[in-house]
């Protein structure tokens, strides 16, 4: 649980301080590892049930940077989606136990 | 099927208060479908009441009126068990009446 | 543009960390199932956040809340906008299906006046059967295909159902069978289970903010919220189903829905209806 979030943190910062696209232009096979990195995740949060919609368009819109050859672009969209991904699953997680703060008794 | 118009018409002393609601799309001819693709306007362009022979309530409508549109008015000089004949015409050409007994 | 990205992934953090945060410090002791006083708890929680509704007002959601929306919307019942559906409804259901048979022989009492007995457990099959799940399986029981669960027919029979039902105090029945006590806790998770980007539960908007605006909306209380459908909404222009009000709750707060009568969707139904035993039936309903 405290890996994920951690994992999380790190990839905000990461983009919240411009530092995900590195200096050099990506190419396909950074798109790759990225969407495949960002596409297990959303696989895992959607076997959670707890899948959110903004992951789902954010991958598609990866994919269609990436179908289009810009490939900047598309990683930043998967890092993203991955990023949100991990953050639904957090919240799968800790909802297993969380909900019951919010009943009524 | 059963009618595209429901009408309740009720007097009171000399007034009579009709409401009526009617079924129809009301498509403006502006918003798209499922699959992309502009909806051809529908809508009805002409709602007529009608009593003892005397028009008491016209309307001309275009797209901006809703879907499945409600009106309500009044009127005088009409009194219990009198006819109350609505219909309407939309722009396809397809029309719709009713005759209800004021109450 | 990539302030705005930013900005979303912060607000999503933050609000795992809200939920960290309140992970914590309660250590909940009771895990057994006790519907009875869920029930009693859930039902005096709303009586008494709003001592002045008269409890069988509860059913009729927001109009419970708001005297000036209740004033629109009597006057809007004088002439329903769940009329034509309705009356499509009542044609559907005594329409015999190809094999000559009705809905009526596939529902005890011929199907009138049962609306408040759904959802049920059924011991045979170990899960909750909802009235919609009952209808379409009562079509492809008699060689028909079974209709949309979110809107038009099934809304239109479902009214009809609901329509001969008004009035009866909801009756759902919770077996001494462990499935069904399991059905009710698991529709009680979902209920409370935060989820989506915006980070809601069910209760978010309809335990905490019951009779709040969401935008130019009022929240209605979750007590009783089912004993009104299917409903006539304005915002839908047409009407909407059980279903229909579960799938479309979950992707407003950025979820992604499961599909209609999942085991979780009739779970939760399971459990919304049993905490509304007792208040009246008032569907099918119009909201703005």
């Known amino acids: 649980m405290n890996r994920s979030l951690a994992v999380t943190m790190f990839l905000a910062l990461l983009l919240a301080l411009g530092l995900a696209p590195a200096a050099r232009a990506a190419n396909e096979a950074d798109y790759k590892t990225a969407y495949s990195a960002a596409e297990a995740a959303a696989k895992e949060a959607a076997s959670l049930r707890h899948q959110w919609t903004v992951t789902v368009s954010t991958l598609a819109a990866a994919k269609k940077a990436a179908d289009g050859g810009d490939f900047d672009r598309a990683v930043a969209a998967a890092r993203e989606a991955e990023a949100l991904a991990k953050a639904s699953i957090f919240q799968a997680i800790s909802e297993k136990e969380a909900w019951k703060a919010m009943e009524i008794r | 099927m059963a009618s595209s118009i429901r009408v309740r018409a009720t007097a009171n002393g000399d007034t009579t208060e009709v409401q009526a609601l009617i079924q129809h799309p009301m498509d403006t001819g502006f918003v798209k479908d499922a699959k992309g693709e502009l909806i051809p306007a529908h809508y009805i362009q002409q709602l007529k009441f009608e009593c003892n022979g005397k028009d008491v309530f016209v309307a001309d409508w275009g797209t901006a009126v809703s879907k499945d549109p409600y009106v309500k008015f009044s009127f005088k000089g009409a009194k219990k068990g009198d006819d109350l004949k609505v219909s309407w015409t939309d722009n396809k050409g397809a029309s719709d009446t009713i005759t209800a007994k004021i109450s | ?288």
């Open chain 3, 1 to 288: 543009m990539k302030a705005a990205r930013t900005s979303i992934l912060l607000g999503s953090l933050s609000a795992a960390l809200v939920a960290l945060a309140l992970t914590s410090p309660r250590v909940v002791a009771a895990d057994k199932v006790d519907p009875v006083a869920d029930a009693k708890a859930f039902q005096n929680f709303f009586f008494q956040k709003f001592p002045t509704v008269k409890h069988e007002d509860f059913v009729n959601g927001p109009y419970s809340m708001n005297e000036d929306m209740k004033r629109q919307w009597q006057e809007k019942e004088e002439f329903p906008p769940y009329e034509f559906a309705l009356d499509a409804g009542k044609e559907m259901f005594v329409t015999p299906f190809k094999n000559g048979k009705t809905y009526a022989d596939c529902f005890p009492n011929g199907g009138i006046g049962i609306r408040q007995n759904y959802p049920y457990f059924d011991e045979k099959e170990g899960k909750v059967v909802t009235l919609e799940l009952a209808l379409n399986r009562c079509r492809e029981a008699n060689g028909e295909a079974p209709y949309s669960y979110v809107k038009d027919e099934m809304a239109s029979l479902t009214a009809y159902m609901a329509f001969t039902s008004r009035g009866k105090p909801m009756d759902i029945k919770i077996p001494d069978d462990p499935r069904a006590l399991a059905a009710f806790e698991n529709g009680k998770r979902y209920f409370y289970t935060r989820r989506g980007q915006m980070n809601f539960s069910c209760a978010s908007c309809h335990v905490q903010s019951p009779g709040e605006r969401i935008r130019a909306e009022i929240l209605a209380p979750a007590l009783g919220i089912l004993n009104a459908m299917p409903i006539y909404r304005s915002e839908w222009s047409g009407m909407g189903t059980t279903s229909r009000r579960f799938v479309t709750c979950n992707s407003q707060t950025r979820a992604v829905p499961l599909e209609p009568q999942a085991d979780e969707y009739r779970d939760v139904e399971y459990f919304l209806s049993y905490v509304a035993n007792g208040l009246p039936i008032s569907g099918p309903g119009a909201r703005p």
